[in-house]
């Protein structure tokens, strides 16, 4: 009977934890005008104690198995945790949706933004998994990398610390699974591309369109950027066909899920010295960021 005591107030409390936080986050989304940096802290906390408080009602009811106890006010904490429960994660998802926010299996949370018709995500993937929870395999070697023949991701210059930044780098065989991004979610298509390109006035001037302003990450003279509709492209770089990582500052180039021929796939890049918005085909084994556009 104690363990099940103890594990029913662990619950309490976690719960009660749960509604705190999500009350934070609100407070948080007004001051910060929805400001997904400011909030991704709290984010991640309630993803914990909701982890946490899931765990706990699963060991609750192994215990109360275990114990072959079956007394009536038991069996009404339990179900009353699962019912809070369910009502906070009801509650957690719909502010997310509230903010405009999108979390990927790995945890990290994305700001969306709407342009035209189309939702995008605000910034470059940068998940390790796919989203039914399998690991994408990390290449950190050139000549492994040049190589491969399947999925592989990488961070620019081997180097984690470029993770939040810039996100990942994915080979197409990444993209090509069909997995990499969140769930209701897909990897912009060819046309999804020529759709965003329009409505940002053509090739020629989307570029500058949807690039950040400033030249924070952006080398001189980041030609036209004014990031008026909050696409916030940055100049993550690439990772050659040789494996070698080349122009982070200067460029950045996005798979498309869209195949060119057997060994080529689209993508579409933007230079810091040029406005355009242009795309061409490379092999499947670059090492390229990825956008992710709603269903």
Not at 45 to 54: A, F
Not at 124 to 153: H, Q, R
Not at 219 to 230: D, I
Request: net charge negative; aromatic share 10%.
């Amino acid at each position: 009977m104690s363990g099940l005591s103890t594990s029913i107030t662990i619950i309490q409390t976690q719960l009660s934890t749960v509604v705190g936080q999500i009350a934070t986050l609100n407070t948080q989304m007004t001051a910060s005008n929805n400001a997904v940096g400011v909030l991704s802290t709290s984010i991640t906390t309630i993803q914990s104690q909701l982890s946490i408080v899931v765990n706990q009602v699963a060991v609750l009811n192994s215990q109360q198995t275990a114990s072959n106890v079956s007394i009536a006010d038991i069996n009404a904490q339990i179900l009353a945790s699962n019912i809070q429960l369910n009502a906070l994660l009801l509650q957690f998802n719909a502010l997310l949706i509230k903010l405009g926010i999108v979390i990927d299996i790995d945890g990290n949370a994305y700001q969306s933004v709407t342009i035209g018709t189309q939702v995008w995500l605000a910034e470059d993937l940068k998940t390790t998994k796919y989203n039914d929870g399998a690991l994408i395999p990390l290449i950190t070697d050139n000549t492994k990398w040049a190589n491969a023949t399947s999925s592989g991701y990488c961070w620019y210059n081997n180097d984690s610390a470029n993770k939040d930044t810039y996100g990942a780098l994915y080979n197409w065989y990444v993209v090509n699974t069909g997995k990499l991004c969140p769930k209701g979610w897909h990897v912009a298509s060819n046309n999804d591309w020529m759709t965003l390109m329009t409505f940002l006035g053509g090739t020629s001037i989307a570029g500058g369109k949807a690039k950040e302003i400033g030249t924070l990450h952006w080398l001189s003279p980041n030609s036209g950027a004014t990031n008026e509709f909050g696409f916030t492209a940055l100049p993550c770089g690439a990772r050659g066909n040789d494996g070698v990582f080349l122009r982070n500052g200067m460029t950045v180039d996005w798979w498309t899920s869209t195949e060119y021929s057997s060994p080529y796939s689209y993508y579409w890049g933007i230079d810091y010295n040029a406005t355009a918005l242009g795309h061409s085909y490379q092999s499947k084994v670059a090492g390229f960021s990825v956008r992710c556009i709603k269903d």
